[in-house]
């Protein structure tokens, strides 16, 4: 594979921005979506277990079903959050994301439905375990399993969008064009790690839920000590395991010594140390972001340096400049986006912190959030329906 190739695979419109932005907006969104997806397989997985305790263990009857209730949010925020970064590595590296679309055409439609009975499933889980302290074991390992498939799935179309020099072979093994979309590809120990992260996410998961029902009069000192040290122990074992496998694939590939996996060596020693401490699980997720963002800044050096010694460049990439879409875009993801989920975390946190019911009608907070919250969805809608009309009629009239 060589750069004209690649190139010819290039969207001759090119693109409506700089490409360092997309860049670092792929970096970002990824890392929201990986800690969706780790929060969910973590808690997922957990409560799983918790469904053979609950019976006989208290703490585990509590906790089972805040588990289970997680992890159902959570596959919904992945889904959600999953787009973003698909759309932004589209736009720049689009010849590798259709490239991996056609060699994995079969798997892509297969993902989908995997997705989509999963999370159903799921659902019947939830239900079945609401109705019945321990119910619907079996469907919930159903589900699980089948939403582990679904990111086995995602990762081969990872892995297939960084192999360009195996791109002929997997299209025509010798020689002979296979066009069935069944091209699988499972890089071991990249996928270890990435599934290994799961296990400190829900660890430090559980520290917060710890010092968040601290406050709760309703929760008892035992219950709130026991998932606390729950937590330290996941988060302690979990990432020693992720740094094994981290430094594992780092030597896979040749970037040990990189500055940005030193960098994100440091953070993760840094996360184990505040996880074995536990004085303050608020500041110890924030390191976790930071460590995620490093660790999806990684994922990208290593494909841009991939594709820059190939010749491909997405600094070279055509910049046609749409500033009113970039704007539109912006201001939907950071106003809207931002305004909307400081509403819905407020009124989480307040929820979470009552005692009873929570009357969001009688809190300030709340109600200012709601109101702007509605106020900018409002204008947004006039303003991007309006906008697309005007485009439409005054290129068709």
């Known amino acids: 594979m060589d750069a ?30 990986a800690a969706f997806v780790l929060l969910a ?15 006989n263990d208290p703490n585990w009857k509590i906790l089972t079903p805040h588990l289970i209730q997680t992890g159902k949010i959570s596959v919904s925020l992945l889904i959600v959050l999953g787009v973003a970064p698909l759309l932004f590595t589209q736009v720049i590296y689009d010849p590798n994301w259709y490239t991996t679309n056609a060699l994995s055409g079969m798997w892509i439609f297969i993902f989908i439905y995997a997705l989509v009975i999963g999370y159903m499933m799921f659902y019947w889980f939830y239900y079945a375990n609401k109705a019945k302290a321990g119910g619907g074991k079996l469907i919930g390992m159903i589900s699980f399993a089948i939403l582990v498939f679904a990111g086995i799935l995602m990762h081969n179309f990872a892995v297939t969008s960084i192999m360009p020099n ?10 002979v064009v296979d066009n069935s979309g069944w091209t699988f590809n499972v890089d071991i120990i990249r996928l270890t790690f990435m599934v290994s992260l799961a296990i400190p996410v ?32 996941l988060g302690i074992i979990g990432l020693i ?37 536990n004085r303050n699980s608020y500041i110890t997720t924030g390191v976790l972001v930071v460590v995620a963002l490093l660790i999806s ?14 010749g491909y460049s997405i600094y070279d990439y055509p910049v046609n400049l749409e500033i009113p879409t970039i704007a539109m875009f912006l201001l939907t993801f950071l106003v809207m986006g931002g305004v909307g989920v400081a509403y819905l975390l407020t009124m989480a946190w307040k929820v979470g912190k009552s005692q009873g019911i929570f009357d969001g009608s009688k809190d300030k907070a709340v109600n200012t959030l709601g109101n702007y919250t509605l106020g900018i969805m409002s204008l947004w809608m006039v303003v991007f329906f309006g906008w697309g009309m005007t485009i439409l009629f005054g290129n068709i009239l």
């Open 4 to 33: 004209s190739v690649l190139l010819a695979l290039r969207d001759p419109a090119g693109i409506p921005f700089y490409p360092v932005v997309f860049q670092a907006l792929y970096i970002l969104t990824w890392a929201l979506h």
């Open 41 to 55: 397989l973590g808690s997922m997985g957990l409560s799983l277990y918790g469904t053979l305790k609950q019976k």
């Open 166 to 175: 195996e791109w002929m072979n997997m299209y025509a093994p010798n020689g």
């Open 202 to 233: 829900v660890g430090i998961f559980l520290q917060n839920y710890s010092r968040f029902l601290s406050t709760r009069e309703d929760f008892s000192k035992d219950f709130i000590d026991y998932t606390a040290s729950l937590g330290s122990k």
């Open 241 to 277: 395991i992720s740094a094994v496998a981290f430094v594992a694939w780092m030597l896979q590939i040749g970037y040990l010594m990189h500055p940005v996996v030193i960098a994100t060596i440091v953070g993760v020693l840094i996360l184990l140390f505040m996880v074995i401490s």
């Open 297 to 310: 800044g990684v994922r990208e050096l290593t494909r841009y340096d991939l594709m820059a010694n190939l």
